[in-house]
């Protein structure tokens, strides 16, 4: 596994980025709970809220894309992907809707305990997901195309 270096973009070239990529004015831009190898911050452009998100590579932004298009439900929300793209050839950038909320690692025990349903829940939604447009088994690519057999 390659080792990788999370970008670090200074607000005016996420503004900047923001103002190329997006068709509304940006009013507003916060920085997110980061993943470990990418930068995150949200934005507003008229009323709406988004997610802009910065990683050597777009590959796992297009898996992205392909889990909301073909697994999103009611029961399994998954951010509606805006835009993939290019900020230069050592970066690449995704744009997606922005969903309120707190990741699991970031809650403590007792909140955990409590949302322990919810997330049962998901996992039981994810277990109901069809896919007949998937082949093979292990990690998927951006296509739902897995490269095991069995």
């Known amino acids: ?60 932004f297009r898996k992205d894309a392909y889990a909301a298009a073909h697994c999103a439900s009611a029961a399994l929300p998954i951010p509606h992907v805006v835009r993939i793209g290019a900020v230069d050839d050592t970066l690449a950038y995704c744009l997606s809707a922005y969903v309120a909320g707190t990741t699991v690692q970031d809650l403590d025990g007792p909140a955990l305990d409590a949302t322990l349903p919810q997330v049962l829940a998901l996992h039981e939604a994810l277990a109901r997901v069809p896919t007949p447009r998937t082949t093979g088994f292990g990690a998927f690519d951006a296509d739902g195309v897995a490269p095991a057999p069995s």
């Open 1 to 60: 596994m390659a080792i990788t270096t999370k970008p670090r973009l200074g607000r005016a070239r996420v503004e900047a980025l923001l103002a190329a990529v997006h068709p509304d004015p940006v009013t507003r831009i916060e920085p997110l709970p980061e993943g470990e190898d990418s930068q995150v911050v949200r934005f507003q452009a008229r009323d709406q809220w988004y997610v802009l998100r910065l990683r050597p590579s777009a590959a796992g």
